[in-house]
């Protein structure tokens, strides 16, 4: 259970799994139903919902947070091909229904961010509002590069990529985190399963978010940290109907850890208003 409002203590995370069409499908939850809506936490690929525990902690002081690994990500089962952002959606759908809730707020960090448009696209009258952690809004000549650049390796590259690819993570991307301990751990859950890893980057590069963003009506809130998606997030306040780009200006990845509080009022002054 949260604590109650305005306690200095954080909430407890506990795990859970839940039948899903690919299989179990594991989930982190904290904080309990309450006069503020639950809150869906999608996580970036490759990664998982642990990238949300501290974010999750604070924020379920006040309302039920939820962050699922969605499908080949994590500890939940992969799908037997890859699928589509659509198909995320859908399965993340079926679990909001399962778990018995009827209106979220959906938070989507890059991949997890297009699934949370796709949610709302496809259930309109489940999701409340959106949170998007970045925006992929790129050429079809910038889709191209990008899909260059995560090329599935084979079982005998991947022992070599990683341990090359370990002090750029620590140095170069995930800046904010400062614990060096979860940072190896968000790297190492990023590596968990090297069969479908690259399935969510593929899915995110097939997405027309544009379209998208076009026709949604929903309260979209853009979060632009200074990440590897800084330049090309603000393409999407000109097709925001209800919605704006906030900037975070010395923020990259990490910055849930680091400013976790500052990321909570945020959130809160969004959501609750």
């Known amino acids: 259970m949260a604590p109650i409002v305005g306690q200095a203590s954080r909430a407890t995370i506990t795990r859970g799994y ?3 069409r690919h299989g179990q499908l594991h989930y982190r939850i904290a904080g309990s139903h309450g006069s503020r809506g639950p809150l869906l936490l999608l996580h970036p690929s490759p990664l998982s919902g642990y990238v949300f525990e501290n974010l999750m902690a604070d924020m379920a002081r006040d309302r039920m947070v939820i962050a699922p690994d ?3 990500f994590g500890m939940s089962d992969p799908p037997s091909n890859p699928i589509e952002i659509q198909d995320y959606a859908t399965i993340m759908g079926d679990f909001v229904a399962d778990m018995g809730l009827v209106v979220v707020d959906v938070l989507g960090y890059h991949t997890g961010s297009l699934t949370a448009v796709e949610m709302a696209r496809q259930s309109g ?3 409340r509002k959106i949170v998007m952690i970045s925006a992929t809004m790129f050429t ?3 889709t191209q590069e990008f899909r260059t650049k995560y090329v599935p390796k084979t079982a005998d590259q991947r022992p070599a990529d990683i341990a090359e690819r ?3 993570f620590k140095n170069d991307f995930w800046k904010m985190e400062k614990s060096e301990h979860r940072k ?5 859950d990023g590596q968990r399963n090297p069969d479908w890893s690259a399935w969510g980057h593929r899915a995110a590069f097939n997405y027309d978010i544009a379209k998208s963003l076009k026709e949604s009506t929903h309260p979209i809130l853009v979060l632009n940290p200074e990440d590897d998606l800084w330049t090309y997030t603000p393409r999407a306040a000109a097709l925001l109907k ?3 780009v906030h900037d975070l200006p ?3 990845h990490g910055f849930l850890d680091a400013e976790t509080a500052k990321v909570s009022t945020l959130l809160r002054n969004y959501l609750d208003h």
């Open 140 to 142: 079809p000549e910038e």
């Open 184 to 188: 190896l751990n968000l790297w190492l």
């Open 70 to 72: 969605t499908p080949g």
């Open 18 to 20: 839940i039948k899903s």
């Open 242 to 244: 209800n919605g704006r």
């Open 250 to 252: 010395g923020w990259t």
């Open 166 to 168: 370990w002090p750029w």
């Open 125 to 127: 009258d489940v999701v």
